[in-house]
Antibody
Framework: QVQLVESGGGLVKAGGSLRLSCAAS????????MSWMRQAPGKGLEWVSY????????FYADSVKGRFTISRDNAKNSLYLQMNSLRGEDTAVYYC??????????WGQGTLVTVSS | SFELTQPPSVSVSPGQTASITCSGD??????ACWYQQKPGQSPVVVIY???KRPSGIPERFSGSRSGNTATLTISGTQAMDEADYYC????????FGGGTKLTVL
């Protein structure tokens, strides 16, 4: 079955960096756009970034532009999010998701990133 | 980019119909999808492309769009439908509404 598993979250100090990974299985990863979303504690969903199937096109939310970089390795069926210059407002559960037909489905279980000041 | 507006909360009695709206200036040119998120769980798509229901989603979930407003309708609402619901539309960015907490009283 289609499965997405995020990893790499944790506690980091403001200004620090973290790299999230998302391992995909159960589908042809290289055929799909992929996205990262996040959800701050007790708050709503926020889209962060997406990347095209080939990895040649990326797009970012204004809130992370210039600080976060999305990438993928189709040979390893993996999606990544490099997060630099982290701020307190980046504290959230980060989800990866497969994009298709104007929707994101499925989503992974999420990984928690906590940025301390 | 653009914004999507949802009511913060909707209440419904069991067996009744719940309607959750999502409005945005540019929604008329885009498709909307809807996610259900229960506490401690990841979001799940319940409606995509305005009115399409993924396999495995109960028939009581339906979607529609008129002009700049998309609507998620849950007919015969059950206690298990109590959750947060988010609309989303796709542009060069993907935009979420603020979410609606559905309470089944």
């Amino acid at each position: 079955q289609v499965q997405l598993v995020e990893s790499g979250g944790g506690l980091v100090k403001a200004g620090g960096s973290l790299r999230l990974s998302c391992a995909a299985s159960g589908f042809t990863f290289s055929n799909y756009y992929m996205s990262w979303m996040r959800q701050a504690p007790g708050k709503g969903l926020e889209w962060v970034s997406y990347i095209s199937a080939s990895g040649t096109t990326e797009f970012y939310a204004d809130s992370v532009k210039g600080r976060f970089t999305i990438s993928r390795d189709n040979a390893k069926n993996s999606l990544y999010l490099q997060m630099n210059s982290l701020r307190g407002e980046d504290t959230a559960v980060y989800y990866c998701a497969r994009d298709q037909a104007d929707m994101s489905d499925p989503w992974g279980q999420g990984t928690l990133v906590t940025v301390s000041s | 980019s653009f914004e999507l507006t949802q009511p913060p909360s909707v209440s419904v009695s069991p067996g009744q119909t719940a309607s959750i709206t999502c409005s945005g200036d540019k929604l008329v040119d885009k498709h909307a999808c809807w996610y259900q998120q229960k506490p401690g769980q990841s979001p799940v798509v319940v409606i995509y492309k305005d009115d399409k229901r993924p396999s495995g989603i109960p028939e009581r979930f339906s979607g529609s769009r008129s002009g700049n407003t998309a609507t998620l309708t849950i007919s015969g609402t059950q206690a298990m439908d109590e959750a947060d619901y988010y609309c989303q539309a796709w542009d060069s960015a993907r935009v979420f509404g603020g979410g609606t907490k559905l309470t089944v009283l």
